[in-house]
C-alpha cells in the first residue's frame, strides 16, 4: 500500500522551515553562547555555509530519486546496498537522537514555566506527538505549519527585542578564540537539521522532483537570514554569560527587555517551535525506516501501513520508543553533539554520491542541478565533504565515540542485513 500524496510546495516549505528552526535556536543557543562568546553569529555563519554546500547535494539527489529512503536510495544507487544500509541506519538514528535533543530543549523551557522536571515532559511530549503521526500525514502537517508561523513569530520578536540594541557589544568577543567559534558551529549545525529531512516526505508530496528541491532552497534561505538576525539580537540584549547559563535562553532575552510577562510569552512560544522540530524528527525517523523496510534492508513489519489512515505505524512506534530511549541521557549539548557526528559522516558519503553519479551516469535527467563545476566534478559537495570532515574534529570526544559505535553497528548489520535479502 502506498503512502498519501497530499503535500504541496506550500506544506513542504512550511514543514522544513519548522524543522529546522525549532532544532538548535531555541535549544542550544545558550551552549554556542558559552563556547564563541558574542561571536556566536559567526558560528552560525560558518555552520549555514556548510549547511548549503550539502544542502544543494540533497536538492539535486531528491530531484532524481523522490524516494522516501532519501539517503539510503541515493547511496544505493552510487556504492551499494552494504553502505546504503550504513546511511540509512545512521539516518533513522539522526532522527531519533535529533528528537529526543529537542525534546529536551522543550523539556527546559517547560520547567522555566511550571516548574516540571525535564525527563517526564520531554517523554510525554514523544509519546503525544507519535500519536499525531499515527493519525495521519494531513493533519501533522498542519499541526507543523500551525507551529511554524508561532515559533517563527517568536523568533520576529527576539529580533524585534535586540533591534534597538544593535552594536552595543564587540560581536567579535571570543572568550576561546576562533577555536571555539569552530567548536560552536560544529555544535550550533543542529540548529541547521532539517532540511535534509525534508526528502522523506517525497512520496506524500505532489510533483516531488520540482517541489521538494524548492523547498529545501526556499526553507534554508528563511532560516539561515532568521539565525543570523537572531544570533546578534540575543547578545545584544544579554551577556554571553547569561546565556551560556540558562536553560531557557530566549527567555532571559525577553525577560530582560520587556519584563517578567514576556518570559512567560517566549517560553509558551518555545514550547510549540521545539514540539514541532520533534515531531517533525519523529516523522522522517519513521519515514527511512518504512522505506528500508519496503526495500528489504530491515524487517517487514516496519513497511507496514494502517489501511485506513496509511500511515507506517510500525515505523513510528519502534522510532518512537528509541527516541525515549535518548531522553534519558539528560545532556542536551552532549546528544546534539552525537547527532551532529552522524550527520557530517552521513553528509560525506552523501555529497561523495553525488559526486560519483555525475560520473557513471551522466545523461540521467536532472529536474534540479548543483550549480558550478569543474569538468564533471561539482564543487559545492566537494566543499560539502572536506568542510564536513572539519567540524567532526571540532565535537565532543565522548559524543563521536557514541556515533562512531552506532555506524559500527550499521556496519556489522549491513552484512548480516544485506546478505540474507541478496
Not at 503512502?3 to 525549532?22: A, C, P, Q, W
Not at 535556536?25 to 552560525?44: C, D, E
Not at 523522490?66 to 546504503?84: D, H, M, Q, V
Not at 510569552?265 to 523496510?293: C, E, Q
Request: hydrophobic content about 60%.
Amino acid at each position: 500500500m502506498e503512502l498519501k500524496r497530499e503535500l504541496g510546495l506550500f506544506e513542504v516549505t512550511l514543514s522544513g522551515v519548522g524543522i529546522i528552526l525549532g532544532a538548535g535556536i531555541y535549544a542550544l543557543i545558550g551552549k554556542a553562547a558559552a563556547q564563541a562568546g558574542n561571536s556566536v553569529w559567526l558560528s552560525f555563519a560558518i555552520a549555514a555555509l556548510i549547511a548549503v554546500f550539502t544542502g544543494l547535494s540533497y536538492a539535486e539527489l531528491s530531484s532524481i530519486f523522490p524516494r522516501a529512503s532519501a539517503e539510503y536510495e541515493y547511496t544505493n544507487r552510487a556504492f551499494g546496498r552494504k553502505l546504503a544500509f550504513v546511511v540509512g541506519w545512521l539516518i533513522i538514528f539522526s532522527g531519533v537522537i535529533g528528537a529526543s535533543t529537542v525534546a529536551l530543549g522543550f523539556g527546559g523551557y517547560f520547567l522555566a514555566l511550571t516548574g516540571l522536571p525535564v525527563l517526564p515532559s520531554a517523554v510525554v511530549l514523544i509519546l503525544l506527538l507519535s500519536l499525531v503521526l499515527l493519525w495521519g500525514i494531513k493533519i501533522s502537517a498542519w499541526f507543523a505549519i500551525v507551529f511554524t508561523l508561532i515559533e517563527t513569530a517568536g523568533l520576529l520578536i527576539v529580533i524585534y527585542i535586540g533591534l534597538p540594541h544593535f552594536g552595543s557589544v564587540d560581536y567579535f568577543e571570543m572568550p576561546h578564540g576562533f577555536n571555539g567559534v569552530f567548536e560552536a558551529a560544529a555544535l550550533i549545525f543542529f540548529a541547521y537539521m532539517g532540511f535534509e529531512e525534508m526528502v522523506k516526505l517525497s512520496e506524500e508530496t505532489r510533483e516531488p522532483e520540482r517541489n521538494i528541491p524548492l523547498a529545501l532552497i526556499l526553507a534554508l534561505a528563511i532560516t539561515i537570514v532568521l539565525y543570523m538576525l537572531v544570533a546578534v539580537s540575543v547578545v545584544s540584549v544579554v551577556s554571553w554569560e547569561t546565556l551560556a547559563a540558562s536553560d531557557a535562553p530566549f527567555s532571559e532575552v525577553a525577560a530582560e527587555a520587556l519584563g517578567a510577562d514576556a518570559f512567560v510569552v517566549i517560553s509558551a512560544i518555545a514550547l510549540f517551535a521545539t514540539a514541532n522540530t520533534v515531531l517533525l524528527m519523529l516523522l522522517a525517523g519513521s519515514r527511512i525506516a518504512y522505506g528500508m523496510a519496503e526495500s528489504s534492508s530491515l524487517p517487514d513489519f516496519l513497511a507496514k501501513v494502517h489501511p485506513k489512515r496509511r500511515t507506517p505505524w510500525a515505523a513510528i512506534l519502534v522510532v518512537m520508543l528509541l527516541s525515549m530511549g535518548f531522553v534519558f541521557s539528560g545532556d542536551i549539548a552532549f546528544v546534539a553533539s552525537a547527532n551532529d557526528f552522524i550527520l557530517f559522516a552521513t553528509f560525506v558519503v552523501i555529497n561523495a554520491s553525488l559526486i560519483y553519479l555525475r560520473r557513471i551516469d551522466p545523461t540521467r535527467p536532472r529536474p534540479f542541478r548543483v550549480p558550478m563545476s569543474l569538468g564533471w566534478v561539482p564543487v559545492p559537495p566537494v566543499f560539502g565533504i572536506l568542510t564536513c570532515i572539519f567540524l567532526i574534529f571540532h565535537l565532543e570526544p565522548a559524543a563521536v565515540l557514541l556515533g562512531a559505535a552506532l555506524a559500527v553497528v550499521g556496519v556489522l548489520l549491513a552484512f548480516v542485513c544485506c546478505r540474507k535479502s541478496a
